[in-house]
C-alpha cells in the first residue's frame, strides 16, 4: 500500500460521497456525474488492488494481517458495483442518494485498509 | 399488485420506498461489513474470545435478516423485521454496556473498539460510526410508520 495513494482515496470516495448525497437531495436522478464519481472511487479501489498485490513482492509488506485486508478490498470493489446496479434498475433520487453511501462506505473501508497495513501490529 | 410499479410513494404498500432504500442499503452494508469482520475473527483467532465473536457471527446473521426482512413484503415478514431490529436493540444496549463495563464476561482483553476483539456490538458500535446504534430505532420507527395494509399486501 502507498500512503498518498491511500490518502488520495480516502478523500476523493469522501467527495465524491457528498458530491452524490448533495446530488440526491436535490432531487437529482443517478446520472453521468453521480455515476461517473462512483466509477472513479471504483477505478482508484483497481488501481488499490493491484498496487495491493504488487508491493509485498517488491518488500512492502502489510504490519496487520493481510487477509482481513484483503476482506476489506474485495468487499470495497463489490459496492460500486452493487450500488451502480441498483441505480440502473431504480430510478430515483434516493438510488442517487445510495450512491452517496457507497463512496462514504469505501472511503471507511480504504482508512481501515490504511490502519491494518501501516498501522495495525506494528 | 399496481401498488408495486406505482413505486416510490405509496407508502405502506411496499415498505423499503422512498427513504426506506436507503435505510436497506445501510443495513446491507452494515450486514456486510459484520459478516466480513466475524468470518475472518472466528477463523483467525477464535480462541481469543469466543463469547464475543460467536455475539459477532449472530449480530452478523441477525443483520442479513433484518436487511431481508425489511425488503421483503407480507406481514410475517413485517414481523420478521419487527423481532430482528428488536433484537438488535437489545443487543447492542447489551453488548455495548458489558464491553464498557464488564468486558470480562465477553472475554475481551480491552475495551478498545478498534482493537483486534472488537466487534460491531462493541463500545454501542463505536467502531462503525455508533450506526449499530441509530440504525434499530431509526428501523423501528421506519417499521411503526410503514406498517403492511393487511388486505392486498399480507393476502398475496
Given at each position: 500500500m502507498i500512503e498518498w495513494f491511500t490518502t488520495l482515496q480516502v478523500i476523493v470516495a469522501c467527495a465524491a460521497g457528498v458530491l452524490c448525497i448533495v446530488l440526491g437531495l436535490a432531487k437529482r436522478l443517478p446520472g453521468d456525474v453521480s455515476m461517473g464519481a462512483v466509477a472513479v472511487v471504483e477505478l482508484l479501489l483497481v488501481a488499490q488492488l493491484v498496487i495491493a498485490i504488487v508491493a509485498p513482492l517488491v518488500g512492502n509488506e502489510p504490519s496487520g494481517s493481510l487477509p482481513e485486508f484483503y476482506i476489506y478490498l474485495i468487499s470495497a470493489l463489490i459496492l460500486p458495483l452493487a450500488g451502480g446496479f441498483w441505480a440502473l434498475v431504480e430510478r430515483n433520487r434516493w438510488s442517487t442518494v445510495i450512491l452517496g453511501g457507497v463512496c462514504l462506505a469505501i472511503a471507511v473501508m480504504v482508512y481501515r485498509m490504511g490502519q491494518i497495513w501501516f498501522v495495525q501490529g506494528a | 399488485m399496481s401498488a408495486r410499479e406505482h413505486g416510490t410513494e405509496t407508502g405502506g404498500a411496499r415498505r423499503m420506498s422512498g427513504a426506506g432504500r436507503v435505510l436497506v442499503f445501510v443495513y446491507g452494508v452494515l450486514a456486510l461489513a459484520a459478516t466480513g469482520r466475524s468470518v475472518f475473527q472466528i477463523i483467525d483467532?477464535?480462541?481469543?474470545a469466543p463469547i464475543a465473536f460467536s455475539l459477532s457471527a449472530v449480530a452478523a446473521v441477525v443483520y442479513i435478516v433484518a436487511t431481508i426482512a425489511l425488503v421483503a413484503r407480507g406481514v410475517v415478514w413485517f414481523r420478521v423485521a419487527w423481532i430482528t431490529i428488536t433484537f438488535e436493540l437489545v443487543g447492542v444496549l447489551v453488548v455495548g454496556s458489558l464491553s464498557l463495563f464488564a468486558p470480562a464476561v465477553l472475554g475481551l482483553h480491552d475495551i478498545d473498539p478498534f482493537g483486534r476483539d472488537a466487534t460491531v456490538w462493541s463500545v454501542f458500535g463505536m467502531g462503525y460510526l455508533f450506526i449499530p446504534l441509530a440504525l434499530p430505532v431509526l428501523g423501528l420507527l421506519w417499521l411503526r410508520s410503514h406498517r403492511p395494509s393487511a388486505a392486498p399486501d399480507g393476502a398475496r
Open positions: - | 483467532r477464535f480462541h481469543e
